[in-house]
């Protein structure tokens, strides 16, 4: 199957800073350890050489360059913040409500060029807003581990939903084998909509699932570098960000 865009409009376009927060997860860091090294005109998102890890307490070595739109925090000292990815998290700055862009359904897509580069992983993925705590799924687009790209032929694409505190959700994640030049430009896209998601790879269906996080959602695009090593800057190119609601 096909994706068919003509049953969608755009009300999100990512070619403007104006549409992004700079930083990332920074109720869990700050917003100038977090701060994300990225171009416009064309989009790129960078790790440099000189970057410092996000957050050496909860992600180690860790190293990232993240565009989201949209964050809010308890305060300090709290548990309240947005993607709780383990138990242990304690709000280090505290981060007033802004949202550029949270959709609630809708289309999803980026084209994007990802790296070889085995300490290195792209992403383009979906959490809530977290209005409660309960509304914190994920909807995973793609995320491409450099150890993963067979330089020129072939990648392994990881795409689903994951519930985290939702216990509305079940885990239903896949890893899609694609035969392609994933350094060269692909596009990734989603349909979310009440009754689950599909996701595509170049507008050919790849997966769909019945779990749908049915709440405002916000976007996270960004590369992250496990380990440092190898030539500087690591470059993440995307020709486009879009987001799309049913007419």
């Keep these: 199957m096909a994706l068919d865009r003509s049953r969608f409009e755009l009300e999100f376009d990512g070619a403007s800073p104006d549409g992004w927060l700079p930083f990332y997860l920074p109720q869990w860091s700050s917003r100038e350890r977090t701060a ?11 790790i440099d050489e000189d970057q410092l890890p996000w957050s050496e307490e909860y992600g180690g070595a860790l190293r990232v360059s993240n565009l989201q739109t949209g964050v809010r925090s308890g305060p300090v000292g709290s ?94 994640f896949a890893r899609i084998g694609l035969v392609a030049d994933v350094e060269q ?27 749908s996080p049915d709440y405002p959602m916000q976007l996270m695009l960004n590369i992250y570098e496990g380990e440092a090593g190898g030539a500087y800057p690591k470059r993440f190119p995307i020709e486009y960000v879009r987001g799309y609601r049913a007419r």
């Design 79 to 172: 548990t309240s913040g947005q993607h709780p990815f383990r138990d242990d998290l304690i709000v280090r700055e505290h981060q007033p409500e802004q949202r550029t862009y949270t959709p609630h359904f809708g289309l999803i897509e980026a084209r994007v060029s990802a790296l070889a580069d085995p300490n290195c992983m792209v992403a383009l993925w979906l959490i809530g807003f977290e209005e409660t705590p309960e509304q914190s799924g994920e909807i995973c687009i793609f995320e491409i581990f450099g150890k993963e790209v067979q330089a020129g032929t072939a990648a392994i694409i990881g795409l689903g939903v994951h519930p985290f505190r939702d216990p509305t959700l079940e885990d239903d």
């Design 185 to 211: 430009p692909h596009t990734y896209s989603a349909v979310w909509h009440a009754g689950g998601v599909e996701f595509y790879i170049d507008d050919s269906l790849v997966y769909q699932t019945v779990q």
């Design 36 to 46: 994300t090294r990225v171009s416009f005109n064309p989009l790129e998102l960078r």
